[in-house]
């Protein structure tokens, strides 16, 4: 709760600082607000304090989800003076909205009761339909922000029909009291109760991009300005999958033989929708966008097979996802920046011209694509290893097989940039002002692959 606080502070004095022209502190109050509150939201941990009624829950799975979204919302703000370094204007809008959709993640993973969740998603949702269309010269930006819109609208509307549906059930808006509901009556649910959970869920799958709620995730992440795609695949996508446990996990997990059946299906389709369109793809936005969706589907396993003493497995995809996706995206940018192209080809040659960046990108590529001994492969391994003890062994089939799909499309732009010539010999001078942060994120990134046992007990 104090994180939250401290955030929102945070994002009214950047946008005080903007209306006073003091635009030279931004980043500096941006980067210390922000530790400051990863700091204050470490010191509640093991406290479990419920807060407003229980409509706000401050336990460590809130604690470690917030940990990784504030963590991530700051790599983000680091790749900032590289992204708008050639903007004139004044940026105190988009940061404050990229501030306030993290507020909305950090709702999101500590919800008690439905009208909070709801409150989490809307305030995130509103927050990336503005960030999406924040490139207003660019044509592109105004559709993702258009579609993104319109489609996160319905969605929403699902979810609302669904929160009002469960609400008509069980007379409360509390996961306690819904839970105590479910007890009471799992021998025969009633109708209003199954539609308003099949609401929520379609809400939620919308949310975390699986099939059949996916189609707006390429075009929307194809569109954004890079940053903004680059905070909307992992604090977006991580905020709603700690969502979509938690409002499993807390009130619905006697009826399983409810939502797992459909869960299953939708997973399995995720995975290999995403990892086979992957394959097509030419321009590396896209594919990454689809390989969101892939990874959707291998966090929707989470879900179905883990209890919630086992939330460590999720957290531990988490950050493996999220430190490779922001590295892969700081070198999409620069080759973007370099080239004027997200083609595959553009990454020809690179690693004669930047052997950094491109190792960086390797090592990003190999850890979405779970090779060991990087931390995708721990955390694919440990998720699945717990889906087989839980009986998913057909699932986890062709989670494997969607893996083993993934690994030519990873390779695709490591190919290009070790064993194609590059088209441009002049010399890469803006590269040098990536050299810091990519270096930071290659550290961060081998780190996490040497303590994966740390994460994955940390809840």
């Known amino acids: 709760m104090y994180a939250i606080i401290t955030i929102s502070i945070v994002a009214i004095l950047i946008l005080f600082l903007g209306a006073i022209r003091q635009t030279k502190f931004l980043l500096p109050v941006i980067f210390v607000g922000l530790i400051a509150a990863f700091v204050v939201n470490l010191l509640g941990w093991n406290q479990n304090i419920h807060y407003i009624n229980e409509m706000y829950i401050n336990d460590n799975f809130t604690i470690a989800f917030n940990g990784i979204l504030i963590f991530s919302t700051l790599l983000v703000f680091m790749l900032v003076p590289l992204y708008y370094v050639s903007v004139k204007h004044t940026m105190e809008d988009t940061y404050a909205l990229i501030l306030f959709a993290l507020i909305g993640g950090l709702i999101m993973t500590a919800f008690g ?115 903004i795609t680059t905070f909307m695949a992992t604090v977006g996508k991580i905020a709603a999958f700690a969502a979509f446990f938690r409002f499993v996990n807390a009130s619905f997990m006697s009826i399983d033989f409810l939502w797992k059946t ?27 966008a689809y390989s969101a969706i892939a990874h959707a589907g291998y966090m929707l396993i989470a879900i179905i097979a883990i209890k919630g003493n086992d939330a460590g497995v999720l957290l531990l995809y988490a950050v493996a996802y999220s430190v490779a996706t922001i590295t892969a995206f700081t070198v999409i940018m620069m080759v973007r920046r370099k080239t004027g192209s997200f083609s595959i080809k553009s990454f020809n040659g690179l690693a004669k011209q930047y052997p950094l960046a491109a190792f960086a990108l390797t090592i990003a590529m190999l850890s979405l694509a779970g090779i060991p001994p990087l931390i995708g492969f721990s955390a694919k391994y440990n998720l699945f290893a717990t889906a087989i003890a839980q009986g998913q062994l057909m699932l986890i089939i062709i989670a494997i097989i969607g893996s083993m799909i993934s690994v030519y499309y990873y390779l695709r732009p490591v190919v290009a940039m070790y064993f194609r010539p590059t088209s441009n010999e002049e010399p890469l001078h803006p590269v040098s002002q990536y050299k810091m942060t990519i270096l930071v994120f290659v550290i961060l990134l081998l780190l996490a692959s040497i303590v994966p046992g740390l994460i994955i007990h940390l809840i």
């Not at 929307?220 to 940053?227: A, D």
């Not at 459909?262 to 793809?281: D, F, R």
């Open 113 to 227: 009761n439905l009208v909070m969740l709801f409150l989490g998603i809307e305030t995130l949702s509103l927050s990336l339909y503005l960030l999406a269309g924040s490139k207003k010269e660019d044509r592109y930006s105004n559709e993702a922000a258009m579609k993104y819109f319109l489609t996160g609208s319905i969605a929403s509307g699902f979810m609302l029909f669904g929160i009002a549906f469960l609400y008509g059930a069980c007379g409360s808006f509390n996961m306690g009291a819904i839970q105590t509901y479910v007890t009471q009556h799992q021998a025969a649910i009633p109708v209003m109760f199954t539609v308003g959970l099949i609401l929520i869920a379609v809400g939620l799958i919308f949310k975390i991009g699986a099939v059949p709620f996916h189609f707006w995730v390429p075009d929307v992440y194809q569109g954004s300005p890079t940053l």
């Open 262 to 288: 459909p869960l299953v299906v939708i997973a399995i389709a995720t995975i290999l929708y995403g990892n086979l369109t992957a394959l097509y793809q030419n321009n590396t936005k896209r594919m990454m």
